[in-house]
């Protein structure tokens, strides 16, 4: 079955300082997602990509989708400590199924 | 707070008893999702509904694990004969398109 991994799996960070997470899949992908758990929570929804070398904007952070379409990129600049969390990015198996990677944990040190 | 809800929070129970989770989606929302957490893992898929109807189940799952979904609306995941490996956070998730909104989850705990 498809498979989506996320490296790195930890990152620790000096406040203000970028931090990027790659995520790649086995398998091409009609869409990207990704997401962010913070520590205690629950993973929530942050941008969808759907168009091969999109890039999309939310404030600091920045999401790539690769033009062949298996591979993405969030990249958070100059971070701050609400920045901390897990990202996940997912892909859909199918129109329906959708699946996770095992996240990228950020740490901030202050 | 997406506007999903689960229940119970949390769950302890002893090894070898059933367990039975609930899950209410965002009301107009169609597809209905389970997944598992493990600490330091991604989301797991376990199952999925479109409305009443059950469209894939994990091969991961045992016959232990049963979800339903009765008029589409909330759904039920029951685990019989709980396992110590059962321990884990259990997330619910709706949609309507891909986004997928996640409730707090429950955690079990089996002792």
């Known amino acids: 079955g498809q498979q989506v991994m996320q490296i790195p799996q930890y990152q620790h960070v000096q406040e203000g300082e970028d931090f990027t997470t790659y995520c790649n899949s086995s398998?091409?992908?009609?869409?990207i997602q990704w997401y962010k758990q913070r520590p205690g929570g629950h993973p929530v929804f942050l941008i969808q990509?759907?168009?091969?070398?999109e890039v999309k904007k939310q404030k600091r952070l920045t999401f790539q989708f690769g033009e062949a379409k298996k591979n993405s990129s969030l990249h958070i600049t100059a971070t701050q400590t609400t920045d901390v969390g897990t990202y996940f990015c997912?892909?859909?198996?199918?129109?329906?199924?959708?699946?996770f990677g095992k996240g990228t944990r950020l740490h901030i040190l202050p | 707070d997406t506007g999903v809800s689960q229940n119970p929070r949390h769950k302890i129970t002893k090894r070898g008893q059933n367990v039975t989770f609930r899950c209410d989606p965002i009301?107009?929302?169609?597809?209905l999702y389970w997944y598992r957490q493990t600490l330091g893992q991604g989301p797991e898929f376990l199952t999925y509904?479109?409305?009443?109807?059950?469209?894939?189940k994990s091969r991961l799952l045992s016959d232990r694990f049963s979800a339903e979904r009765p008029k589409g609306s909330f759904s039920t995941l029951e685990i019989q004969r709980t396992e110590q490996g059962d321990s884990a956070m259990y997330l619910c998730?709706?949609?309507?398109?891909?986004?997928?909104?996640f409730g707090p989850g429950t955690r079990l705990t089996v002792l």
């Open positions: 998730a709706s949609s309507l398109s891909n986004t997928q909104y």
């Open positions: 398998t091409t992908l009609s869409n």
């Open positions: 990509l759907v168009k091969s070398g």
């Open positions: 997912a892909g859909p198996e199918r129109d329906d199924k959708i699946i």
């Open positions: 009301s107009e929302h169609n597809r």
């Open positions: 509904f479109q409305n009443e109807a059950q469209l894939e």
